[in-house]
């Protein structure tokens, strides 16, 4: 199995951007989908941005506007870019590969260990 590797996290101050890697060991263009999901203690994980395969994208409401999630198949790599950060958006963020966006937690892949955003206000 391949494996996910997300960087890019830090503390922040609110209003800045962050900008999230997540880089994955086979061929992101064989997938259907890509997507990234965050979980704060206590909470379940949560889809934030998925993109397809032909790039339509879909967003969690609370991030509309303010995150944009894109690929680059040549580097096997994909991103999230999140401006106007706001506490609220902290949590640990992790990136995977789901069977569809319709079914965002049916996953190939095995979690990473997702990296740390912390939004201060």
């Known amino acids: 199995q391949g494996q996910l590797t997300e960087s890019g996290g830090g503390l922040v101050q609110a209003g800045t951007s962050l900008r999230l890697a997540c880089a994955v060991t086979r061929e992101i263009n064989r997938f259907k989908a890509l997507a990234w999901y965050r979980q704060v203690p206590g909470n379940q994980r949560e889809l934030v941005a998925g993109i397809t395969n032909d790039g339509g994208t879909d967003y969690a409401d609370s991030v509309k506007g303010r995150f944009t999630i894109s690929r680059d198949n040549a580097k096997n790599t994909f991103y999230l870019e999140m401006n106007s950060l706001k506490p609220e958006d902290t949590a640990v963020y992790y990136c995977?590969?789901?069977?569809?966006?319709?079914?965002?937690?049916?996953?190939?892949?095995?979690w990473g260990r997702g990296t740390q955003v912390t939004v201060s206000s």
């Open positions: 995977n590969i789901p069977v569809g966006l319709g079914v965002p937690m049916n996953v190939y892949f095995n």
